[in-house]
Nanobody
Framework: QVQLVESGGGLVQAGGSLRLSCAAS????????MGWYRQAPGKQRELVVG???????NYADSVKGRATISRDNAKNTVYLQMNSLKPEDTAVYYC???????????????WGQGTQVTVSS
């Protein structure tokens, strides 16, 4: 069974920074893409940034220049550094991992439980 556990959320003032972490554990053969999504109250979940196993990234326009994603493949962990936070960044942040549990099993997307990020003005 695969688990994604996020940490690092919290309350921060506008202009501040946060670093989110997400570690995947359990039955994992290989992880392809990883990333972060967010969902604000009353809105749909949206992509923040994704990163491939080779390190290619895809940032949402709303966070370009303020967010940096990185991953440690040896630790099956992905990080999100967010700077110059704005109140509109307030949301529940979810990490995802597209992975194969074992040979012969298809690629599947797994989600973390979410971590709240609140930015006060």
């Amino acid at each position: 069974q695969v688990q994604l556990v996020e940490s690092g959320g919290g309350l921060v003032q506008a202009g501040g920074s946060l670093r989110l972490s997400c570690a995947a554990s359990g039955s994992i053969f290989v992880i392809n893409g990883m990333g972060w999504y967010r969902q604000a109250p009353g809105k749909q979940r949206e992509l923040v940034v994704g990163i491939t196993s080779g390190g290619r990234t895809n940032y949402a326009d709303s966070v370009k220049g303020r967010a940096t994603i990185s991953r440690d493949n040896a630790k099956n962990t992905v990080y999100l550094q967010m700077n110059s936070l704005k109140p509109e960044d307030t949301a529940v942040y979810y990490c995802n991992a597209d992975l194969i549990e074992r040979v012969g099993v298809r690629l599947m997307r797994y989600w973390g439980q979410g971590t709240q990020v609140t930015v006060s003005s």
